[in-house]
């Protein structure tokens, strides 16, 4: 298996405009979160969904983040507009079942101007 | 809610010594598990260790153990014979059972720097 997938794997833009970061979780498993890792405030729990259904998003920062899962290969974490505090490495995870390891993707460097 | 404290943000060893890494978690669940993952300069998140709060025997991974007092709400990772691919942070997490679809909580992480 070719594990958790993110893309793009850096992302650099300017302040204002739409970010789209993308992950297809690792076949068969059924949670998927994301992350958001600063030096700041650590790894923080963002949004999670359980069969592409979300269950929490509490740890969603502002109204300009929003994530979907369509299907459950596929889940993206939108930005609009992007903002420089928004600059993170974002991870996405994906796990079978409530009591299964987490694996985690490469993360997704995001750098706003 | 679930706290998990990790009190060294940086720690340092000689290859082929022993280190410890601390970890404390607050929670009034009684079914939970807790973690350590490690997280090389690559970002790779990577599961090293887990620990279910039902089992009194502490775990052990190959170099890695953990020594688990669920009384004190303890959870502290032990590296023997370290070694330089073991430079990297690391993160103790925890996770309640029940409907936390496998939400974690992390703790801030401890830097291991190993030295030749």
């Known amino acids: 298996d070719a594990g958790v997938i993110q893309s793009p794997r850096h992302e650099v833009t300017e302040m204002g405009q739409e970010v789209t970061l993308r992950c297809k979780p690792i076949s068969g498993h059924n949670s998927l979160f994301w992350y958001r890792q600063t030096m700041m405030r650590g790894l923080e729990l963002l949004i999670y969904?359980?069969?592409?259904?979300?269950?929490?998003d509490s740890g969603m920062p502002e109204d300009r983040f929003s994530a979907k899962m369509p299907n459950a290969s596929f889940s993206t974490l939108k930005i609009q507009p992007s903002e420089p505090r928004d600059s993170a490495v974002y991870f996405c995870?994906?796990?079978?079942?409530?009591?299964?390891?987490?694996?985690f993707g490469p993360g997704t460097r995001l750098t706003v101007l | 809610a679930q706290t998990v404290t990790q009190s060294q943000p940086e720690m340092s060893v000689q290859e082929a010594e022993t280190v410890t890494l601390s970890c404390t978690y607050d929670?009034?669940?009684?079914?939970?598990?807790l973690f350590w993952y490690k997280q090389p300069p690559s970002r790779q998140m990577i599961l090293v260790i887990r620990?279910?709060?039902?089992?009194?025997q502490n775990a052990t991974e190959n170099r890695f153990s953990v020594n688990f007092q669920k009384a004190a709400k303890s959870f502290s990772l032990k590296i023997s014979d370290s070694q330089l691919g073991d430079t990297a942070m690391y993160f103790c997490?925890?996770?309640?059972?029940?409907?936390?679809?496998?939400?974690?909580?992390f703790g801030q992480g401890t830097i291991l720097t190993v030295h030749p």
């Open positions: 997490a925890f996770y309640a059972g029940g409907t936390s679809y496998g939400k974690l909580t």
């Open positions: 929670t009034s669940e009684s079914n939970y598990y």
């Open positions: 995870a994906s796990s079978l079942g409530r009591l299964n390891e987490q694996f």
């Open positions: 620990q279910e709060a039902y089992k009194q």
């Open positions: 969904f359980n069969n592409n259904v979300p269950i929490d």
